[in-house]
Nanobody
Framework: QVQLVEFGGGLVQAGGSLRLSCAAS????????IGWFRQAPGKEREFVGAISWSSGYTYDTDSMKGRFTISRDNAKNTVYLQMNSLKPEDTAVYYC????????????????????WGQGTLVNVSS
């Protein structure tokens, strides 16, 4: 079992930055990848990006490139989502999720394939 806790959400003005943290505990050695998702009110959960726990290889979306960066600190069992140049449309609850399995390369964008989820942290970007 893996437990995930997100930190770092809050209120920020458009153009500002936030860094979200996802702290993992439990059987983290079995976790293959960590993904970030977000869900805005009235919308479906959206893939933001992901990182391989072992290699550090990252996956992102075209809309995030140049603004969001994912990184990890294995010693701290923590994954980060650095968000720059934030826009009001980035307002959402952000979740990190843990994926166990060898198909992470293929499935990392699919929320239903992740086995563990954090409680989420709210990011509110004001215009």
């Amino acid at each position: 079992q893996v437990q995930l806790v997100e930190f770092g959400g809050g209120l920020v003005q458009a153009g500002g930055s936030l860094r979200l943290s996802c702290a993992a505990s439990g059987r983290t050695s079995r976790s293959y990848g960590i993904g970030w998702f977000r869900q805005a009110p009235g919308k479906e959960r959206e893939f933001v990006g992901a990182i391989s726990w072992s290699s550090g290889y990252t996956y992102d979306t075209d809309s995030m490139k140049g603004r969001f960066t994912i990184s990890r600190d294995n010693a701290k069992n923590t994954v980060y989502l650095q968000m720059n140049s934030l826009k009001p449309e980035d307002t959402a609850v952000y979740y990190c999720a843990g994926y166990e399995g060898s198909a992470f390369y293929y499935d990392h964008t699919v929320a239903s394939q992740y086995q563990y989820w954090g409680q989420g942290t709210l990011v509110n970007v004001s215009s």
